[in-house]
């Protein structure tokens, strides 16, 4: 089977209090899985394109229940390295209520993905059917033998003539911005594909345009990117966000829009890789212009179910793209 | 005891994954009844109408479950009629969030109710003491036979003197508009009372008026109706809906008003139905003006709770209607 | 260890349905405790002072309920006062959706502190290290004997030069309007600082300012206190509130403001009682500036999750206080 | 409708914490009713007789709760007398396990039911078409003023030759053994069906015999019965129990007796008011026979499932009386 | 990839009431899938064999549930037949208690299986790569096609040299002894491997021999089987149950035996199924010994969790076949 | 306030999936503390000894909840030492059913407590007050540094008179059994109480006596002991244990046994520390027999409820020790 794209990254169990309880008056915890590579290849997935996700697993009954919940939607996991050793990374999202933002605990830590080593994943066959190779900023950033392994295989990617697309994710909880700044230089400068936030960018980078427009053309001509993609959420509440993405196109020096959603918000956390997922999709099934609106239409759906993985169908997709009513179809 | 009120139709046992889940991920879902006509028995009831509720249902559990959640509001359900065969239809609501619309999978096909024979309901006997009968357009669209039986009911009332109230209904997962127009055609020439949304009486009367007010009287006058009252939704979210009702009476030409609500939404399926039980309630123990407000009322206060039957008490419906506080009472 | 803050009154047992049910479809309750000087002690507690709450309790599963999560928040429960009679009062909260209000069903009568007798509780001993002693117009609307034992607390506190700090907390349920006036005329005479809203001002002592600011003022010199905190609330719907306060300080003729909220309402009960904490704490560390200020940021994030009692951090009051933003810190 | 039987008693709420948890631990609490003679009531009903079931309720969300539940089962509920005041009683539950028993905390004083008058409830009317009037010694436990009403019932059934049934039922929490016998003496005497446990009979009416028959004996002619019932349980672990009864026949001597089950324990609260409806069933529609057995087979069944009533139906309790196989059919 | 196993069947959802609840109190239902060959194809491929599952689903989020949760164990689904129509089969499980046995409600007509039709599904291909090929008695008797559709899928698999395994399963609710035996007899007589029960040996093919042994000696004979598998239950209570299985080899007429396991039962639907699927790995990896006993030691651990599908790993039914303890490993 | 008892370890977070669930299939886990030391300290604070709890904590929610579910219980917290760096360890439990054993997986490397250092804790102020240390083998298998700071908590103790108390608690996930010997023989060395089981002493100390009571013996002589308790249990199966334990007395050469109790077991872990608290209590209020009475009682009550805690009354411990009654008092 032909892997259209291969992503390559983390995936954390995820614990979560029901109901806007906070953690400390929680007795019962949701548990989803989430990682941002491991997102956007299931968004990928659900909507139509084959889809292989390689990261690096603990042998227990924690790692097994990463790799059932990937392949539920289709997502081959044959080239994930298990270890006896080590951990899964977990993390705790409280869900808020305005005045009171979301708030994230990490605990993640010496995880599996932490202790790969080089050499550890054969790249080589991994790659050899892959169209898209994808990576955020978080994977580097988890220590320095996963930031060698994440330049390993944008550079494997980059000699195969495949084509490789970065999410640059910024956690300051992982990272200060100078390291960032230096590894994601290296790495971006391999991509083909920039997918980030205005934020991300200046934290990062340091650049800070006039408009999205103006940051997504200075990313390109920095780091000879095809395509750059921000995404923008504006955030008057907790409950209530808008959401919705430009992307520039170095080729055509167009910029393409999406529409822009009002979102119901039940869950966010993971909008932006499933926006990368649907990028994907959009833009090695059609154009840029396709990229940017399968992908903020996927991410927008997320939005509405919990949990990090996106569970839109391509149907669904297509239905709120086209402006479909809130109406109860019957 | 004085049935003042018999509706008849479907009850469906209905499956919804909580906490905006969507079916995919679900591994729990809320068990609750619902069904059109059954909706309506039970808004009529808890205001304090004397209301039997005709079905038929498959004699297990989950028939059973059926009749103990109708009795439990006091609805009279000794006119059931029971089978060993057949099936209790069943449907599947997942709860949205803007821009995902809320989602319903009817799986009701051979339901008890929709093989339902000419002869098996005591319509005679049943009628005998009521003075309104009220069903659906749901019905007839089950079956051929759940046609026939509609039309029957319907006929025998109409001769009995026994008031006609028609809920229109149109569920084009059942049958075409055409076979809906002429079903229709021949039902609501026997009614009294026809209660419709605009857009259901497009689709299958093919009535398009300049404003809600037109329709109701071309609707009134075509079918030779007494009142048409029409129930109005505004969506701009998913989670907040705008929520009111007219109708109109032909014996004064008067339209009749209630109150406009904005509605935080928890549930909205059902809402119809309960404006129904609520429009029967109002009419039979005032007047027209009064059925509408106790029908907006009713189905006002629906919205706000999970499950498609309205859990209102009058007083509570009363102080809806009377631009009641939304402060604690304490 | 020296206690800064003393706290009197009633603990109950709270039922509430989960996901907007109502309690007559209820077949699980979640199950909280509350009561206003309780709410109180806890919120100042967390955010860092010494507090010790007293009550009475009866010596069962319940009552040791009550004093376990009590006890959990740091809030010393030592002079708790036990018998093997009486009952732990209950209540009961529906919540809402617009156009239906939150609903509260008290069943408290008959509870170990409506029955607490002079002499019980050692008030010598129990105000001998603290600042402040807090209480409020729910304890002596239980019963005649609390209302004596409330006035004997407040009596004995100043003549030890303990600050009294009063919440009016006009509960219609427990006592009228008259009998209120004149028992919390006694008790608020005694008082330094009282806490209220508007809309009990007007019941209980017939005061209408022009302003809030008026009100306050003319508390402040019908009582002969030193500072007057009113909270505002204002309820466009059930799920979105705006909530403040203003504290008028008799000494400078000063009024100070809190930053006005919008509150993404998951749970309004108990807000005013974490007004009065946060004000304590910002009372008691600095002044009645950063009293109000501190009420009111520990009560808005009150309200954003379940429970009655306040879980914010001082931390998490401060960052809500400084216009922190709604994104997700990671 | 004909009323076979008529039940009078207090039904309460009761709350439970879930999954063995004890209440100090508890956040949800599992909500159901219960009450001897509403339990006996739905048994009854459920097998197949016509039932009333009279009590006083608060006209609130809670008495409303009540009422439905108990007419859910097919229960009249007619003439329930309802009242704005007092409150519905609540008891408590703890599951355990061995070496731990279930454990009960009661919160039911001062509930509606306990303040009932003579002459609220019309008897004449209520026992008109009754051929058994069903009560048990916990609602004369109530108060003074229930024990009267109690009396009354029992009279006026008396007199109008209704068979009286009674449920000895003592509540050590409730009242003395003295203060029981004196009352049941009177109440039991009026009898004409005593349902009893051996440990009760002795607490109650100091008897002892050398064997439950001799019990029984004794009882029917001490008080002047037709038929005396015990029930009778094994209790060698918390959640594996020996369950069985006989029944003593004073017309012809004889002693009646049912299989002993061995019960795989779920929910054994409410075993002796299922007993009381099944044998009320079998004896009603065929002999104290089949009444024992009835009884035996439904209270069974109800300690195999949540809840104080019993759920099972008229099939099921033939077939496990039948000794029916563990294997699932399909 | 080569796929030692492919199982053909249906797949429906299963719903049941959790804590012993039964359906009539039910307000809530556990969602899990259940399948004879389906679970069969989980229990393999969890212990390590390339397992393929082919059946026929609607395509909506129902549908999708299915093939998500099969896939999920690395089952392969590609070659499921999708279509529009139909409807997902659907079960209730209401577990019990002694002396209430377990009970099951099937809906399951009308399925998109059942409506399969000749030459939907490449045998040929699906086939090529196969070791073996497992059905059951369940899928002929869901409608005449599918018993097409199950012998057209054997007699190919015999013509290519595929094993043919087949579980008598009968299932009352289905079909008659007599239709069952006319096509079973079909059907086995292409077998080379047979499992079943000594109770449906009898009602199907009217066996019963003195021993378990000589019920599989004559079915091997009369039906020239390699392998006949027999699974023995003993019910002594509903929570314990005994467990084990024999299976005879024709070629070396030989009897071998598991390990009797004494079960405390969480949930026993889907046991043989989970045999089936262990006895083709041990068969498959070794023998007709390692087969009986992988299938004993899978489908033992299966009845300790909930669901249909075994959970258990390699590890975990080796460890249970030889003997480990109930400590904790710590 | 005098603190008769300080134990000192680690607490961690638990997850446990509900109802018999596997790990992989769970969505939802039940959120616990557990920890050696804690939960004897928890167990001597429910019976009435003044109780503190030396730890080390990460500041953040899931630092204060620790915090708060330990002081619930009236646990002294203020000695705790915070750290805003390292983690929460946590740990996983999946509750079996026969053949499945219970199973646990430890996630708590690098926890707080892990990198606790010497001289961070205040052991000369901490025991000033204090009559007891207890501690167990598990803190100093964590880490070198946690395992000097337990060698010097004791060192002191012992310099100050303070009786201490290990509880050996061997865990083979943490360390080698060599390095086990030769750590615990410092620590045990410097002790005057030794809790234990037959099995951990054997793989520590390589002693296996003919009786536990030898055993008991030798371990008093090689490390001088006042004090030696072994817990017993049997597992016929998981969820019925035989439990209970002997202590020998040096000093009077006795073996003080406990009654064996029958326990229907909820939850297990955590078993053996509470026998640790309940001894303590009954060996600082009355004498070795009294302590393994005690510590069997209270550890026979933990088993049958959820958590690692006790949350058995003194009242409740009595009761069982004097042979209650399993029915239901009321």
Same mark, same amino acid.
Request: charged share 25%; aromatic share 8%; hydrophobic share 40%.
């Given at each position: 089977?032909?892997?259209?794209?291969?992503?390559?990254?983390?995936?954390?169990?995820?614990?979560?209090?029901?109901?806007?309880?906070?953690?400390?008056?929680?007795?019962?915890?949701?548990?989803?899985?989430?990682?941002?590579?491991?997102?956007?290849?299931?968004?990928?997935?659900?909507?139509?394109?084959?889809?292989?996700?390689?990261?690096?697993?603990?042998?227990?009954?924690?790692?097994?229940?990463?790799?059932?919940?990937?392949?539920?939607?289709?997502?081959?996991?044959?080239?994930?390295?298990?270890?006896?050793?080590?951990?899964?990374?977990?993390?705790?999202?409280?869900?808020?209520?305005?005045?009171?933002?979301?708030?994230?605990?990490?605990?993640?830590?010496?995880?599996?993905?932490?202790?790969?080593?080089?050499?550890?994943?054969?790249?080589?066959?991994?790659?050899?059917?892959?169209?898209?190779?994808?990576?955020?900023?978080?994977?580097?950033?988890?220590?320095?033998?996963?930031?060698?392994?994440?330049?390993?295989?944008?550079?494997?990617?980059?000699?195969?003539?495949?084509?490789?697309?970065?999410?640059?994710?910024?956690?300051?909880?992982?990272?200060?911005?100078?390291?960032?700044?230096?590894?994601?230089?290296?790495?971006?400068?391999?991509?083909?594909?920039?997918?980030?936030?205005?934020?991300?960018?200046?934290?990062?980078?340091?650049?800070? @345009?006039?408009? #999205?427009?103006?940051? /997504?053309?200075?990313?390109? %001509?920095?780091?000879?990117? *095809? &395509?750059?993609?921000? +995404? $923008?959420?504006?955030?008057?509440?907790?409950?209530?966000?808008?959401?919705?993405?430009?992307?520039?196109?170095?080729?055509?020096?167009?910029?393409?829009?999406?529409?822009?959603?009002?979102?119901?918000?039940?869950?966010?956390?993971?909008?932006?890789?499933?926006?990368?997922?649907?990028?994907?999709?959009?833009?090695?099934?059609?154009?840029?212009?396709? @990229?940017?609106? #399968?992908?903020?239409? /996927?991410?927008?759906?997320? %939005?509405?179910?919990?949990? *990090? &993985?996106?569970?839109? +169908? $391509?149907?669904?997709?297509?239905?709120?793209?086209?402006?479909?009513?809130?109406?109860?179809?019957?």
């Amino acid at each position: 089977m032909n892997h259209n794209v291969v992503t390559f990254g983390e995936t954390m169990l995820r614990l979560s209090p029901p109901d806007h309880e906070r953690l400390e008056q929680a007795t019962n915890l949701r548990l989803h899985i989430g990682g941002s590579e491991m997102n956007a290849a299931v968004a990928a997935a659900r909507l139509g394109l084959n889809v292989r996700y390689v990261t690096r697993l603990t042998r227990n009954a924690l790692g097994q229940l990463v790799e059932n919940r990937v392949r539920e939607h289709g997502v081959d996991t044959s080239e994930i390295v298990w270890t006896d050793s080590n951990r899964i990374g977990t993390y705790y999202v409280e869900f808020g209520a305005a005045p009171r933002a979301n708030k994230v605990i990490y605990d993640r830590a010496y995880s599996a993905i932490s202790e790969v080593r080089l050499g550890e994943i054969n790249w080589q066959k991994i790659l050899s059917d892959a169209q898209v190779l994808h990576t955020s900023g978080i994977t580097p950033a988890l220590s320095s033998s996963a930031a060698d392994v994440s330049l390993e295989a944008v550079r494997i990617a980059k000699r195969m003539g495949v084509t490789v697309s970065i999410d640059l994710n910024y956690r300051a909880w992982l990272w200060t911005e100078a390291d960032a700044c230096k590894v994601m230089t290296e790495l971006v400068s391999q991509a083909d594909i920039l997918i980030t936030t205005e934020e991300d960018t200046k934290r990062v980078f340091g650049i800070c @345009g006039e408009s #999205y427009e103006d940051v /997504a053309r200075e990313l390109a %001509q920095r780091f000879d990117l *095809d &395509v750059v993609a921000i +995404t $923008l959420r504006e955030t008057p509440s907790v409950w209530k966000n808008r959401w919705t993405a430009i992307a520039y196109e170095r080729g055509t020096d167009e910029v393409h829009r999406a529409p822009k959603f009002e979102i119901e918000v039940v869950d966010r956390v993971g909008s932006g890789d499933s926006f990368a997922g649907g990028f994907l999709y959009g833009y090695l099934t059609a154009d840029v212009a396709a @990229g940017v609106r #399968y992908g903020v239409g /996927a991410s927008a759906i997320k %939005q509405t179910h919990p949990g *990090d &993985v996106c569970l839109a +169908t $391509l149907e669904e997709v297509e239905q709120v793209l086209s402006g479909g009513s809130l109406r109860i179809a019957r």
